[in-house]
């Protein structure tokens, strides 16, 4: 079946630091990838998305690319802020066939 | 993106009741999902639920403790029945929303004392 794997948290970083959470999937066909975020006491939101190969999604200053051959989607942003802090999760699938699957989440706390 | 409405956010039940939650929709949905969420823990997709037939259960999961009714395609419910402290856990309804992916409810806080 499906999954996606995360990489563990928490993730500890200063302000301004560099962000990375890693994300590999396992999925038969081409699903659709996404990154949630879930704010303390907060349901999940959509951050960015990416539909096919190549594609990179961006919002607020976090970006992923769908890397099909390394079957990976890690988050990236370049200057963390403390309003950042926050659970997040990748995910696929979207559209017909898929099932929904989310990765474990990573926590990320980032410090002044 | 739809928008979605669901309640109760949260309660506190006594164990051996059953909990019933709603979520509506702003515009009609082929699919929703509902999920669990415990403690520092990732979703746990409960089932999936298509309006007009029953709903697909995931291992683990089973239609006497969880009924889902799905009346239409703006409206689910998912009950939690004979509740145990092992129920107190985040409830979440989701649906797909074409190629924007899932929007999500924002939970239901269940606490079984």
């Known amino acids: 079946g499906n999954s996606v794997t995360q990489m563990e948290g928490p993730v500890t970083l200063s302000e301004e630091a560099f962000l990375t959470i890693n994300c590999t999937y396992t999925?038969?066909?081409?699903?659709?990838l996404f990154w949630y975020v879930q704010y303390p006491g907060e349901g999940l939101q959509l951050l960015l998305k990416?539909?096919?190969?190549?594609d990179k999604g961006s919002n607020k200053g976090f970006e992923a690319t769908y890397r099909k051959e390394t079957t990976s989607f890690h988050l990236e942003k370049g200057s963390v802020q403390v309003s950042d802090s926050a659970v997040y999760f990748c995910?696929?699938?979207?559209?017909?066939?898929?099932?929904?699957?989310f990765g474990r989440g990573t926590s990320l706390i980032v410090h002044p | 993106s739809a928008v979605i409405s669901q309640k109760p956010s949260r309660d506190i039940c006594q164990r051996g009741t059953s909990l019933t939650i709603q979520c509506q929709v702003d515009?009609?949905?082929?699919?929703m999902f509902w999920y669990r969420q415990q403690p520092g823990q990732s979703l746990t997709l409960i089932a999936t639920?298509?309006?007009?037939?029953?709903?697909?259960?995931e291992s683990g999961f089973v239609i006497d403790k969880f009924p889902i009714s799905r009346p239409n395609l703006t409206f689910s419910t998912l009950t939690v029945s004979n509740m145990s402290p092992e129920d107190s856990s985040i409830y979440l309804c989701?649906?797909?929303?074409?190629?924007?992916?899932?929007?999500f409810g924002s939970g239901t806080r269940l606490t079984v004392v």
């Open positions: 989701s649906v797909e929303t074409g190629g924007y992916g899932y929007t």
């Open positions: 999925a038969t066909g081409y699903p659709s």
């Open positions: 990416a539909t096919k190969a190549d």
């Open positions: 995910a696929l699938g979207a559209g017909g066939s898929y099932i929904p699957t």
């Open positions: 515009s009609q949905v082929t699919m």
């Open positions: 639920a298509n309006q007009g037939s029953e709903a697909t259960y």
